[in-house]
């Protein structure tokens, strides 16, 4: 091979070198790659294995009802009225006319568009006691897919306990449930299968103690909650 041949050969493959680390450093300004900020495959479980997120205690409706703050019910309720009146007969607004919903059949006021998930809930629940109306007050886009009521929620117990009382107050169909101080502590050993109705799933959460055992005497000594068509007021 002589000196020529030699030189176009070798200048041939450093030229294609040249060319494909090129293109492999204009690809990379193109492609971008970027480090993940946290590696992959983490693995959380604390939060969940604890019992679910946020488990609340379970609120024992029949002792916490009577001894409620009905004025602070009704301030809160202030939150509700600008889509919700109150008074019997009252007009719909963009939510409807609240008068007589503890104990109502959910999704059922006259002359109220309903969305079809409120009506979906209402053929399986069919009344608005004070644990299905908590659950939904707490967060109802995630207690109710689908609703319409836009409000974000009360988070606090103690206002939707309020607001609750207050609701009572205004036309309710049914009365306040007796004391179940177990169902509100289910870590107590005898809270077994008596408190198998609001599965106490929150073993190790912030259960609060039953204060007042055997609770406030003589309001409602009705039996499940929804039984008792008598108004107490
Ligand atoms: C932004 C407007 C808005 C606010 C604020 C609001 N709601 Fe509603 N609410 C609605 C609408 C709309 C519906 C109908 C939901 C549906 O059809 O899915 C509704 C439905 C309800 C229902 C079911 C009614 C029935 O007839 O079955 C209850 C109970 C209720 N709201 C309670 C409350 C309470 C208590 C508050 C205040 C803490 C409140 N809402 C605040 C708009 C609102």
């Known amino acids: 091979m002589s000196d020529l041949t030699f030189n176009k050969v070798a200048g041939a493959v450093l030229a294609t070198g040249l060319a494909i680390v090129g293109l492999r450093e204009l690809s990379s300004g193109v492609f971008a790659t970027e480090k993940a900020e946290k590696p992959g495959y983490t693995i959380e479980v604390a939060e969940e294995a604890a019992g679910g997120p946020v488990a609340e205690a379970p609120i ?22 600008s889509c919700h009146t109150i008074d019997n007969g009252g007009a719909n ?99 077994g299968a008596a408190a198998s109705a609001t599965a106490p799933t929150a073993t190790g959460s912030t259960a609060t103690p039953p204060a007042t055992a055997g609770g406030p005497a003589g309001q409602a000594p009705t039996t499940g909650a929804a039984a008792a068509p008598t108004a107490v007021k």
């Open 60 to 81: 024992d409706w029949g002792t916490v009802l009577p001894t409620a703050d009905v004025a602070a019910g009704e301030a809160v309720f202030a939150k509700c009225k």
């Open 93 to 191: 607004g963009t939510g409807p006319n609240q008068w007589g919903i503890v104990g109502r059949k959910p999704g059922a006021h006259a002359g109220f568009a309903y969305s079809a998930a409120m009506v979906e809930y209402g053929a399986k629940n069919p009344v608005w006691d004070f644990e299905r109306l908590s659950a939904f007050i707490t967060n109802p886009a995630k207690d109710m897919p689908g609703t319409k009521m836009g409000f974000v929620g009360l988070k606090k117990a103690e206002d939707r306990i309020n607001v609750l009382a207050y609701l009572h107050t205004k036309g309710a169909t049914i009365a306040f449930p007796a004391p179940n101080p177990a169902a509100a502590a289910p870590a107590a050993p005898a809270a």
